[in-house]
């Protein structure tokens, strides 16, 4: 069992910066892939970003290539979305989610998920 919470998020205007943080607690954390996701009201929950147990490996959604950046910190058991260039489309509930596996962008690969947090951009 894995336990995420997400934070960071909260209200910015346009082309300003947020980094969201995601606490990891239960397992080793280090064996699991990260990947952040993103539902804005009335939508899909979509696939934001993903990283390998590593870090040495990434992957982006074209939406936010060269705005955003995933990492992580294995000693602190948290992965981090530093997001830049906000724009009032990036408003959504933001979540991580964890998979025992290599980089995964589909929601039912992954196995364990925090309850979210929200971004709002405004224009």
């Known amino acids: 069992q894995v336990q995420l919470v997400e934070s960071g998020g909260g209200l910015v205007q346009a082309g300003g910066s947020l980094r969201l943080s995601c606490a990891a607690s239960?397992?080793?954390?280090?064996?699991?892939?990260m990947g952040w996701f993103r539902q804005a009201p009335g939508k899909e929950r979509d696939f934001v970003a993903a990283?390998?147990?590593?870090?040495?490996?990434?992957y982006y959604a074209d939406s936010v290539k060269g705005r955003f950046t995933i990492s992580r910190d294995n000693a602190k058991n948290t992965v981090f979305l530093q997001m830049n260039s906000l724009k009032p489309e990036d408003t959504a509930v933001y979540y991580c989610?964890?998979?025992?596996?290599?980089?995964?962008?589909?929601?039912?690969?992954?196995?364990?998920w925090g309850q979210g947090t929200q971004v709002t951009v405004s224009s």
């Open positions: 990283i390998t147990w590593s870090g040495s490996n990434t």
């Open positions: 989610a964890a998979v025992a596996a290599g980089l995964a962008r589909l929601e039912y690969e992954y196995a364990y």
């Open positions: 239960g397992r080793t954390f280090s064996s699991y892939a």
